[in-house]
C-alpha cells in the first residue's frame, strides 16, 4: 500500500493533473481549493457563491479524506480583495460556531486568476483511516 494516499473528490477538478488533496498517515494538505461551481464546472462571479462552494468542497475533501471539518488545524486564504472578508467570515462562522474551537486562519492579499475572487488550502490532523 502507498504511504501517499491522493484525495480527489466529484465537482472539483485541478487544470493541472494534481489531486484536491494529500494524506500521509493523519495529516492531510490540500492544494488550492477555489469556489467552482460543481454543477457547471465555472467560477461563479460573486464572492459569496465562491465561499459558499469552497466551504462545500473542504466538506467533501474532509469527509473522503477519512475526516470531518473538527481535523482543519490551519486555513490559509488568498482574495483579491480583502475588504471581503464578511462573505468568508459568514462561511467560517457556519462551520465552526464556537469561536473557543476554530482552527487557525491568516488571509493574506492575492492575484488570483480565471474569474477566482478567493481560493484556500487546509491542514489538518485526521485520527481515522482514509476512505
Known sequence: MARRKSIDIDGFVHKNPIPAACRIGNLLMT?????????????PPTIEEQCRHIFRHIR???EAAGGTTDDIIKMTVWMNDRSQRDA??????AMFPDESNRPARHTMKGNLEGGMLIQVDITAVIDGPAK
Not at 31 to 43: L, R, V, Y
Not at 88 to 93: A, D, G, P, S, V
Open 60 to 62: 467533501k475533501i474532509m
Open 31 to 43: 492544494g488550492g481549493i477555489h469556489g467552482m461551481d460543481p454543477e457547471t464546472g465555472k467560477t
Open 88 to 93: 468568508l467570515n459568514k462561511e467560517w462562522i
